[in-house]
Every structure is written in C-alpha cells, then in structure tokens.
C-alpha cells in the first residue's frame, strides 16, 4: 500500500475537519490533526459510525465498518494482533506504525483491543478517507 504523505492529509484535512466538527457538535478550531476524537472531542462510539457516514457522503467513498481496526491489525493473524481482549506486543507494535500520526505516549500497555478507538486522531480519520479514495 502507498504511504500516505502529508501534502495527502494537508488535502483532505480541511474537509475532515469540518465534517468531525459539524458531527460531534463541536467549533471548527477545536479540531486540530491530533485531536483525540474521543479523549479531545469527546465522541463515544456511537459517534464514530455517523462520522464515517458523513465522510462517505462528503468524499464520495465507501468505507466499510471496522475497517480502521482491520486495516491496523494488517498481514498479522488475529491471534498475534489480540490475545483474551488484549492487544499483544506485536499487535502494539503493529498499531504504532499504522497509526503513526497517533502521539507514542497514548499506546499504553496493557491495551484493550475495545480501547482501540481511543486511540483514533483527526489524522486518523483523514488517512481511513484517502484509502477509501485509493480503494475506490
């Protein structure tokens, strides 16, 4: 898979934004690229389905749901990804280079594979829609 650059982000950034903003209910200059959107915006899980599917309307793409997690989890068989609930080492290291924008001190450990999404960034959101539009 191509990386994804910043001039990538920079040219969804604005559009993302403005979407995660309008959903979760909170003013533009709010949401900066490494905005949690859970422990900064405050979105709860429930949130994060309305956000893909305004994106899927704003961008035009389809995403499919627990993509994120899927795609995060990479070439790595669930059970080296996640062991009773946890996210296992390698799963940890997996996560830190898909999840690169994410700041290093947010990866705890133990991380339960439900808290995932906590880890979930503005940036995040903006890289899931340019591999939608790659996909597409």
Known sequence: MNE????????VYPKV??????ALGCEPDEVKRDSSLIGDLGA????FLDLVF?????????IPRGKIVEDARGTLP??????KGLVTDRG?????????????????????VVEIPRLFTVE??????IRAQRAG
Do not use: G, M, N, Y
Not at 4 to 11: L, Q, R, T
Not at 17 to 22: G, I, R
Not at 78 to 83: D, H, K, R, S, V
């Open 54 to 62: 305004r994106l899927e309307r704003a961008f035009k793409v389809k």
């Open 124 to 129: 995040t959101f903006c890289k899931l829609v």
């Open 4 to 11: 994804i650059s910043k001039a990538d982000v920079d040219a």
């Open 78 to 83: 669930e059970a080296e990804f996640e062991q």
């Open 17 to 22: 934004a403005e979407t995660v903003a309008d």
């Open 44 to 47: 709860e899980s429930i949130d």
């Open 92 to 112: 940890l290291a997996q996560l830190r280079t898909f999840l690169s924008e994410v700041p290093a001190a947010r990866f705890r450990s133990p991380l339960k």
